[in-house]
């Protein structure tokens, strides 16, 4: 079965860095764009961060400077390096891949999410 499977979420002072990991679990034959998502109670899942499979990168514009998203294609996994971090950086974080078993099309996965608190 593939799963994304997500780690380093935490709680942080304002002005502290953390770093989210996810990767893929389960035996697949392509990995698309990758990407984060945040929620927070009563709203959508926003988007954060992506990244194609050659590496360019879209951020959401309150995060440019201060997160940074990668990928390591060989070990099918994808970060969220988090510095500087803000209280509304809070929420519930949310790994995202278009991935594809066997030789079905792609499709899009999510991670089970991680917590991020961050103190004033």
């Known amino acids: 079965q593939v799963q994304l499977v997500e780690s380093g979420g935490g709680l942080r002072q304002a002005g502290g860095s953390l770093r989210l990991s996810c990767t893929v679990s389960?035996?697949?034959?392509?990995?698309?764009?990758m990407g984060w998502y945040r929620q927070v109670p009563g709203e959508e899942r926003a988007l954060v961060a992506t990244?194609?499979?050659?590496?360019?990168?879209n951020l959401e514009q309150s995060v440019k400077g201060r997160l940074t998203i990668s990928r390591d294609n060989a070990e099918k996994s994808v970060r969220l390096q988090m510095n500087n971090l803000e209280p509304d950086d809070t929420g519930v974080y949310y790994c995202?891949?278009?991935?594809?078993?066997?030789?079905?099309?792609?499709?899009?996965?999510w991670g089970q999410g991680t917590q991020v608190t961050v103190s004033s």
């Open positions: 389960g035996a697949i034959t392509g990995i698309g764009a």
């Open positions: 995202t891949a278009r991935l594809r078993e066997l030789n079905l099309p792609y499709r899009d996965y």
């Open positions: 990244i194609t499979p050659t590496g360019s990168t």
